[in-house]
């Protein structure tokens, strides 16, 4: 069965810190990873990643992916309260029809003042 | 950007009563919807895929009749809660892609429904 596995499930800072968030896979077929960000209302894309080694960064947030041990990371850096979020990984699967997409549980930040 | 917009944004209603969400995208032609579903600090699950003109396809555990979803315009795709019961209250979020088929296209999140039943 495919799944996707992020952690920290929860993560509390305070502003400033460098925090990392993890999201692993198992999926046949991988196509692509992507992550979103979402507050109160629905998520907001942040990256799409479908090659191993290669950096994707935008501002302070920053993610890459490896294909071998099947995971991806996502750095953000000199964080501010406002990055408090929960981030979302998800797959998509080739075998999957329509770009069905395969959440992980998402990771809850909280940055502190 | 594309944009997705739901209503309404948020309802409340009593157990045993029909609501029904719509799910417009703006300003692109959605071949493909996808309705999720989210409980508090839970992640999103892909209740239905739906594609213009055709049956929505359901998740494994997804009950077809009580989820109606009509995909019935490039524009506009709308999930009915039929007969709510407590245990239906929960988030409900559309997302709208312009490719249908088997290629991800980028996916555009609607702004979510939120749903409570008394």
């Known amino acids: 069965e495919d799944k996707v596995v992020q952690s920290p499930l929860s993560l509390v800072v305070h502003e400033g810190d460098t925090v990392t968030l993890n999201c692993s896979y198992e999926?046949?077929?991988?196509?692509?990873l992507l992550w979103y960000k979402q507050e109160k209302k629905a998520p907001t894309f942040l990256f799409m990643l479908?090659?191993?080694?290669i950096e994707k960064k935008s501002g302070r947030l920053s993610s890459i992916l490896d294909k071998k041990e099947l995971f991806s990371i996502l750095n953000i850096t000199a964080t501010q309260t406002g990055d408090s979020a929960i981030y979302l990984c998800?797959?998509?699967?080739?075998?999957?029809?329509?770009?069905?997409?395969?959440f992980g549980q998402g990771t809850e930040l909280s940055v502190k003042p | 950007g594309a944009v997705v917009s739901q209503h309404p944004s948020r309802v409340i209603c009593k157990s045993g009563t029909s609501v029904k969400i719509e799910c417009r995208s703006l300003?692109?032609?959605?071949?493909?919807m996808f309705w999720y579903r989210q409980f508090p600090k839970k992640s999103l699950m892909l209740m239905a895929t739906?594609?213009?003109?055709?049956?929505?396809?359901?998740e494994q555990g997804v009950e077809k009749d009580k989820f109606l979803i009509n995909h019935a315009s490039l524009t506009l795709s709308t999930l009915t809660v039929t007969s709510a019961h407590p245990e239906d209250s929960s988030f409900y979020i559309c997302?709208?892609?312009?490719?249908?088929?088997?290629?991800?296209?980028?996916?555009?999140f609607g702004p979510g429904t939120r749903l409570t039943v008394l």
């Open positions: 997302s709208a892609s312009g490719l249908a088929g088997v290629s991800y296209n980028e996916q555009f």
């Open positions: 999926v046949t077929n991988f196509r692509s």
């Open positions: 479908t090659s191993s080694g």
């Open positions: 998800a797959v998509e699967a080739r075998k999957l029809e329509g770009g069905k997409l395969i």
């Open positions: 300003d692109f032609q959605a071949t493909t």
């Open positions: 739906s594609n213009e003109g055709s049956k929505a396809t359901y």
